[in-house]
């Protein structure tokens, strides 16, 4: 599989002062290389058309880092738009000396020939940083920006699965594989819940004893179920996880009600958390959207994330709670309860999760929306996990933003987003921001 790759384009002309626009680049190559270690750089700035076109011959990007090292006209960012389609990060160096004399690299003008190029092209918003390599803003700015196009190249490479159909009044989570593939660059598996379910049937008891042992060493309370209960879901664990393995599966949304309790007699929820916690997103209520949210969400913060249902609005301490019946990584757990075990909160039957998840100072709640004429829009929302104990029977977490909760929940329930949502343990709504741009899609900031 090709590597991602940074390429840096740092363009000018030979007229303004080039031991000025020098400096900057060698300083910009050195905070690109800090960012990632692997960034194409070129040996020289490129001064010219011809040298501009002779270094992009080497480069395959999958992201461009452009740079007006000193002012270009147009000619320049066309040559990268006709050749290349992938994200295109805008990066302006800040006039380094304001004394009445000469004007020593007019970056800014540069860019705005290189934005309108863009905008002719009917490019996708493009990531801007302005300002000088050594500003902690810029190095802030243009990580979050190399960051959001990793993923972007991500979703190109991801192979997600959908396990069974949405219960009736839940489409909001239902996609098409084409749909995604053309608006993400995401590849979609589809498969029947009963085909797992036979699958799991087929393991003996012992086949799956390993599930079971490697389970009871994350969870706290396993043991305390019925034997029949146990080894089911060792079973489904078993099927699971060999069919994540088998089609190299990165992502995956899964039926659960009623199929799971009434055609098999134990739930999913144990399982999809068993998955969260190796590093495959797992949603529940077949909600493919939602597990693509917890994809992204899991690349930025390099750690599993919640997925549930806004349940409870405190004005009191601005808190908006966050709950499902069951499905959270047991790495989340807090630390005096751990991954306790229990049983589904309507169901009576287990093993689910029953906890409440760990604080965290800072952490983004997100979701991909689905506007009513097919377009796709971003819900970002920043704010902290407080150290509270479980809510309600299942796994919780209690959301203090940065704003009016009650405001953000009228605002969201008005606006008609889904009542499914991702925190991810970890700030990153810039870069979701930087990802929706990059994918022409709408930002909703609460």
């Not at 799971?260 to 134990?266: A, I, N, R, Y």
């Not at 969400?297 to 004005?315: A, H, M, Y």
Request: glycine share 8%.
């Amino acid at each position: 599989m090709k590597e991602f790759q940074v390429a840096y384009v740092p363009v000018g002309v030979p007229t303004f002062h080039l031991e000025s626009a020098g400096e900057a680049f060698q300083k910009s190559i050195e905070l690109l290389k800090k960012i990632d270690a692997q960034a194409v750089v070129p040996e020289e700035m490129l001064l010219s058309l011809d040298k501009l076109r002779a270094f992009l011959d080497t480069v395959s990007p999958d992201v461009i880092v452009f740079q007006n090292v000193t002012f270009a006209n147009a000619a320049y960012m066309s040559e990268v738009l006709k050749r290349f389609s992938c994200p295109i990060v805008l990066w302006t160096l800040r006039e380094p000396v304001i004394d009445g004399g000469r004007l020593r690299l007019n970056s800014l003008t540069g860019a705005y020939s290189a934005s309108n190029a863009m905008y002719s092209f009917g490019r996708e918003q493009a990531p801007y940083v302005f300002g000088a390599p050594e500003e902690e803003s810029v190095q802030r700015e243009l990580t979050a920006a190399i960051r959001a196009a990793k993923v972007k190249w991500q979703l190109t490479q991801l192979r997600m699965a959908a396990v069974g159909h949405t219960p009736e009044g839940f489409g909001f989570g239902r996609a098409l594989d084409i749909e995604l593939l053309e608006k993400f660059g995401v590849t979609l598996k589809s498969v029947e819940a009963r085909e797992l379910i036979e699958l799991a049937k087929g393991y003996s008891k012992e086949e799956v004893q390993e599930y079971l042992a490697g389970a009871g060493k994350k969870m706290c309370g396993l043991e305390k179920l019925p034997q029949k209960n146990q080894t089911d879901f060792a079973r489904l664990y078993r099927a699971y996880e060999c069919f994540v393995k088998e089609h190299h599966i990165g992502a995956l949304s899964s039926r659960c009600w009623p199929d799971f309790f009434t055609s098999f007699g134990t739930p999913v929820c144990a399982v999809l958390a068993m998955l969260n916690d190796m590093g495959i997103p797992a949603s529940c209520e077949a909600d493919t959207y939602g597990a693509l949210s917890m994809y992204i969400g899991r690349q930025l913060s390099e750690k599993p994330v919640f997925f549930g249902d806004p349940v409870s609005l405190d004005e009191q301490e601005n808190t908006i709670t966050y709950w499902h019946c069951g499905t959270a990584a047991c790495s989340l757990a807090r630390e005096d309860s751990g991954a306790a075990v229990g049983v589904h909160c309507n169901r009576k039957i287990g093993p689910t999760l029953d906890f409440g998840c760990r604080p965290w100072d800072n952490i983004t709640v997100f979701r991909i929306g689905k506007k009513p004429e097919g377009s796709f829009r971003f819900f970002i929302m920043e704010g902290r996990a407080l150290d509270k104990p479980k809510q309600f029977t299942g796994t919780s977490v209690v959301v203090q933003p940065k704003n009016d909760a009650r405001e953000i929940v009228r605002q969201s329930v008005v606006e008609g987003f889904e009542p499914h949502f991702c925190v991810v343990y970890g700030s990153c709504a810039t870069e979701l921001t930087m990802l929706a741009g990059m994918l022409g899609m709408e930002v909703c900031r609460y």
